[in-house]
């Protein structure tokens, strides 16, 4: 009678074939992301070296909704640094504009996107700007009734989809520390529920029903105005 193999050959041989059924997964995720990673823009500078990714991710496969991101990483350890959304106004408004004008990123000169990397914000975070929801910026749907459809609650739907999918796509950003942010309409909570605080509770709710490692590591959100409606 054959001998079985010993306990500690059995958990090596099933953590061999559990890493070999994850790295397909893991080797589409880095392809992904290198494909999105912005090598360099007209007119950045040399220093501070930047680490930024920007592309689409789609949230609705049947009507054809993507979004367009605008990622970049933390200066040093974006690994261990929290991971900022910043979030705009709707009416077409690009979040983009946030990007160049607002943070700290970038400023438009003659036409020209030119980095202008201070490192306030990045030396603290990773930040990854959205444009929300379709229809804005770059983002596009290829249903037009879609478009008539974008009330809080259909951009919470559509961001939290995009989040869900750019997490499969950087992964090594999943349990980071996270947090929303945005300015108008976005991060405007005197009613109830605008992008900001909508989205922020549809993650906390969503995580309510998931297991732990599927959650979203929401630790809390910023608005700009004064006063918000707890329900």
């Given at each position: 009678?054959?001998s079985s193999a010993p306990p500690t050959t059995r958990l090596l041989a099933i953590l061999v074939a559990?890493?070999?059924?994850?790295?397909?997964?893991?080797?589409?995720?880095?392809?992904?992301?290198?494909?999105?990673?912005?090598?360099?823009?007209?007119?950045?500078?040399?220093?501070?070296?930047?680490?930024?990714?920007?592309?689409?991710?789609?949230?609705?496969?049947?009507?054809?909704?993507?979004?367009?991101?605008?990622?970049?990483?933390?200066?040093?350890?974006?690994?261990?640094?929290?991971?900022?959304?910043?979030?705009?106004?709707?009416?077409?408004?690009?979040?983009?504009?946030?990007?160049?004008?607002?943070?700290?990123?970038?400023?438009?000169?003659?036409?020209?996107?030119?980095?202008?990397?201070?490192?306030?914000?990045?030396?603290?975070?990773?930040?990854?700007?959205?444009?929300?929801?379709?229809?804005?910026?770059?983002?596009?749907?290829?249903?037009?009734?879609?478009?008539?459809?974008?009330?809080?609650?259909?951009?919470?739907?559509?961001?939290?989809?995009?989040?869900?999918?750019?997490?499969?796509?950087?992964?090594?950003?999943?349990?980071?520390?996270?947090?929303?942010?945005?300015?108008?309409?976005?991060?405007?909570?005197?009613?109830?529920?605008?992008?900001?605080?909508?989205?922020?509770?549809?993650?906390?709710?969503?995580?309510?029903?998931?297991?732990?490692?599927?959650?979203?590591?929401?630790?809390?959100?910023?608005?700009?105005?004064?006063?918000?409606?707890?329900?």
């Amino acid at each position: 009678m054959a001998s079985s193999a010993p306990p500690t050959t059995r958990l090596l041989a099933i953590l061999v074939a559990f890493s070999l059924l994850l790295a397909p997964a893991t080797m589409a995720a880095r392809d992904e992301q290198e494909s999105d990673r912005v090598a360099f823009l007209p007119g950045q500078p040399r220093s501070p070296a930047v680490s930024q990714f920007s592309g689409y991710v789609t949230v609705n496969e049947r009507n054809g909704r993507a979004l367009f991101y605008w990622f970049f990483e933390a200066h040093a350890s974006p690994e261990q640094k929290p991971l900022l959304l910043w979030l705009n106004g709707g009416c077409e408004i690009t979040q983009l504009l946030s990007c160049f004008k607002v943070k700290t990123t970038f400023s438009v000169v003659s036409e020209i996107c030119i980095l202008l990397m201070f490192g306030l914000l990045l030396s603290e975070a990773n930040v990854l700007f959205l444009e929300s929801p379709v229809g804005v910026g770059f983002s596009y749907t290829n249903t037009t009734s879609d478009l008539n459809k974008l009330d809080d609650r259909f951009v919470a739907e559509d961001t939290y989809n995009f989040l869900v999918n750019w997490f499969s796509r950087f992964p090594q950003y999943k349990s980071n520390d996270f947090y929303i942010s945005g300015e108008s309409y976005a991060g405007n909570s005197v009613a109830t529920g605008h992008y900001v605080p909508q989205l922020a509770e549809l993650v906390h709710e969503r995580n309510k029903h998931l297991e732990r490692n599927q959650h979203i590591n929401l630790k809390g959100f910023v608005v700009s105005t004064y006063k918000l409606h707890l329900l």
